[in-house]
């Protein structure tokens, strides 16, 4: 059987570590805190379950050290990182792939000139959150008709109790609509169910271990999906003004926009510094 080790045993690194107990030898098993690379040697599979800003670490450590990585989504918080552990992977001749469960699920859905995308949990927590934990997974499934349009705006609707937004594109509109505070978990694409009973983790991870998987696809829809959330990010939550165009404030906004912010320089003379 195929070695493993996961790194990470939060609610889904228990979830994944019970799936992959069945269909491989889990060699070790540790938090993101704990001493991991000593025990590479031992896999030739690592699959990384640890919080999202912990992964573009933890994932290159790996991935130096030739092993191949499944990474839980996202890969990492922004498209700039992603795309560096990829050429990482292809540097250390190791494989990466990133979770895409939702495309192991059969499903038939249209989309039209107004379309709705909801999805709604219990349990609360951080609307911003919601971004990487459920609208990440929408994304990529939407990739095949949205990979050829052109945004034309990014627009709020609601982020106090829920995450919900509109984004315009050149052909069709979509609107976000994410309920952390629901007592029923749903999720539509125009009112075609995206939910099931069937176990599409084990089909996915299975996949993976056996090679039955387009690496290169996986790729593609991992990159697309962090540059969009990267957009969304910067047109819901990431509007900064710096008052103040003299050194130390170009530098702040300079740096600020280096991360991708939206920053918006304000100064009172006719010029900067």
Not at 112 to 121: A, G, Q, S
Not at 171 to 176: L, M, S, V, W
Request: hydrophobic share 35%; net charge negative.
């Amino acid at each position: 059987m195929i070695n493993v080790g996961l790194v990470g045993y939060g609610k889904w690194g228990k979830v994944l570590h019970n799936k992959l107990e069945n269909i491989c030898n889990v060699k070790f098993v540790c938090r993101s805190k704990d001493d991991y690379l000593n025990k590479l040697k031992d896999v030739d599979w690592v699959f990384v379950a640890t919080p999202d800003n912990t992964h573009y670490e933890i994932v290159g450590n790996c991935l130096y050290f030739g092993k191949n990585v499944f990474c839980e989504k996202p890969l990492t918080l922004t498209y700039e990182q992603s795309k560096k552990l990829y050429q990482l992977a292809k540097t250390c001749e190791s494989k990466l792939y990133v979770d895409d469960i939702q495309n192991y699920r059969e499903y038939n859905f249209e989309l039209m000139e107004n379309n709705l995308v909801e999805r709604r949990k219990s349990g609360g927590g951080n609307i911003k959150d919601a971004l990487y934990r459920l609208a990440y997974h929408d994304i990529y499934t939407l990739y095949e008709y949205i990979k050829n349009s052109e945004i034309e705006y990014i627009k709020p609707i609601d982020l106090d109790r829920r995450l919900q937004f509109e984004i315009k594109f050149n052909d069709i509109k979509i609107e976000f609509l994410y309920d952390l505070n629901s007592e029923n978990k749903e999720h539509y694409i125009n009112g075609v169910s995206l939910s099931g009973k069937d176990d599409i983790l084990t089909k996915m991870l299975s996949n993976v271990l056996n090679d039955k998987v387009d690496y290169d696809y996986n790729k593609e829809i991992t990159l697309f999906t962090n540059r969009f959330i990267d957009k969304i990010n910067r047109e819901l939550f990431n509007k900064i003004a710096v008052v103040g165009g003299g050194i130390f404030g170009c530098t702040t906004a300079w740096k600020l926009a280096k991360e991708g912010y939206d920053v918006t320089l304000y100064e009172k003379n006719d010029d900067i510094i």
